[in-house]
Nanobody, 123 residues
Framework: QVQLVESGGGLVQAGGSLRLSCAASGRTFSMYPMGWFRQAPGKEREFVAVINWNGDITSYKDSVKGRFTISRDNAKNTVYLQMNSLKPEDTAVYYC????????????????WGQGTLVTVSS
């Protein structure tokens, strides 16, 4: 079972950037598609981005396309979310997740979740 730990959240002004990291334990990290989700106060958790096992397939929520980039380094057992041109509506707790397929991860049926990292974007 892979275990996930997110880091990199914080407070940033609108228009700024942050890079989130998700470190995974376990030798099977490179087998799993990985995703990022977020949950804003009072709202349901939503899909943000997903990447396949070797990084050559990615998919994004429409509202973050062109601003966010998901990537992974299997040698470091880490997946990243580079967030540029941040907006106040990006404020949320961000979670990474691992699943058996891109489709499973995208619909939120991942089998492993991190504890989350808070991103706050001020206007």
């Amino acid at each position: 079972q892979v275990q996930l730990v997110e880091s990199g959240g914080g407070l940033v002004q609108a228009g700024g950037s942050l890079r989130l990291s998700c470190a995974a334990s376990g030798r099977t990290f490179s087998m799993y598609p990985m995703g990022w989700f977020r949950q804003a106060p009072g709202k349901e958790r939503e899909f943000v981005a997903v990447i396949n096992w070797n990084g050559d397939i990615t998919s994004y929520k429409d509202s973050v396309k062109g601003r966010f980039t998901i990537s992974r380094d299997n040698a470091k057992n880490t997946v990243y979310l580079q967030m540029n041109s941040l907006k106040p509506e990006d404020t949320a707790v961000y979670y990474c997740a691992a699943g058996s397929s891109i489709e499973v991860v995208t619909i939120g049926r991942a089998h492993a979740w991190g504890q989350g990292t808070l991103v706050t974007v001020s206007s």
